[in-house]
């Protein structure tokens, strides 16, 4: 699943920098940015996902703790990375400082961490918290959306009515939710995959049914992704991707080389190549004239390009670079420690 987000957000990013206005229509456009919208979502409902999978080997308060505490040294270290990632990127193309506080994706990942450091729990309670957590999330962002915006960046962590970045409102209702849904998953039944199928096609259906009803109805006149039905409609979505990945996990081969699963697998490496190949001087017209200026099939053939290019680099990163522990690199550059790895409890046993 994190493959396929990563695909998604090079699709989305690549049409958004290349496509030259006079040929934003028609309905490869369309498909292309309601594919790609569904990719931030994804990586913030992974994230809850994986830590709700992450909890299943804390037995007691004190590996819960020691959980707790990884986690917030993780979002940390992201939130540096995101900062970072913006320094290099002003450096390569210019632009503005304020630039580099820009909430992006990266930094919400952070944020959602730190979120579900503080709200996650094991079992059953965690879980039924998270989802309380998310479905107020979703109910308040509207009311938010109302609520004086000071001109300040710090505040795009809260909402951003441009609705150009991913503030905690209503992005932080992924992770939550994908908190719970990973609690569920964990336990792979097949009831639990045919329930995931069915609730993330009534979400989708639903959320059409209802798209024929005045707006203020369901979100007192919010639009766009701060409406709920903009929530429940990616979440449906991602429930159904969810359990069509766990249906076709039979058929896969773990011992063969998946394209897909290599970029999941590197997936932080992915972002970082594809937004500089995406938006960088490479792009500009002293170079590939790509920026603001190509074609739909221009645009899809460097797409395919740039998508080898990346699987690439990340069979580089994992097969040639595996010894060269680029996060431990990391943390002893900001000067923190090396969080903890979890130790499974099969291997406790």
């Known amino acids: 699943m994190r493959g ?29 940015r309601a594919i790609g919208s569904q990719a931030a979502t994804a990586f913030l409902f992974l994230v809850g996902v994986s830590l709700a999978l992450g909890l299943r080997a804390a037995r007691d ?34 632009g503005q400082w304020s630039d580099v506080l820009r909430v992006d994706i990266l930094n919400a990942i952070a944020l959602s961490l730190a979120l579900l450091a503080v709200v996650g729990a094991s079992g059953a309670r965690g879980a039924v918290r998270a989802a ?39 992005f932080a209702a992924y992770a939550l939710s994908g908190f719970a849904v990973g609690y569920l998953w964990a336990r792979d039944t097949r009831a639990v995959w045919l329930w995931t199928a069915a609730v993330g096609v009534g979400l989708v259906v639903g959320c059409v049914v209802v798209q024929a009803y005045p707006a203020h ?14 929530f429940g409609g990616h979440l449906g979505i991602l429930l159904c991707l969810g359990a069509a990945c766990r249906g076709l996990q039979p058929f896969a081969n773990p011992a063969r080389f998946g394209p897909v699963r290599q970029l999941g697998r590197t997936s932080l490496l992915a972002y970082w190549i594809h937004v500089n190949l995406c938006y960088g001087p490479l792009a500009w017209e002293k170079g590939l004239d790509l ?59």
């Open 4 to 32: 396929i987000a990563i695909l998604a957000m090079m699709e989305i990013h690549a049409f958004a920098a290349w496509i030259a206005p006079e040929h934003r229509h028609g309905p490869v456009w369309v498909a292309a």
């Open 61 to 94: 308060e004190r590996d819960l703790a020691a959980f707790r505490v990884k986690t917030l040294k993780r979002g940390v270290g992201l939130l540096l990375a995101a900062h970072l990632f913006r320094v290099q990127e002003l450096l390569l193309s210019g």
């Open 132 to 170: 309380a957590a998310a479905l107020l999330v979703v109910a308040l962002t509207p009311l938010v959306a109302r609520l004086p915006q000071p001109a300040t960046p710090l505040y795009d962590y809260l909402y951003d009515g441009r609705q150009l970045v991913f503030p905690a409102f209503p």
């Open 217 to 230: 109805y369901l979100a007192l006149g919010a639009e766009h992704r701060i409406d709920p039905r903009y």
């Open 291 to 349: 920026l603001n200026r190509a074609s739909i099939p221009r645009a899809l053939a460097w797409l395919a390009a740039l998508v080898v290019l990346v699987l690439c680099c990340s069979v580089v990163r994992t097969r040639t670079l595996a010894h060269v522990r680029l996060n431990e690199l990391f943390w002893k550059a900001i000067g923190l420690p090396l969080p903890a790895r979890s130790t499974p409890r099969t291997a406790r046993a």
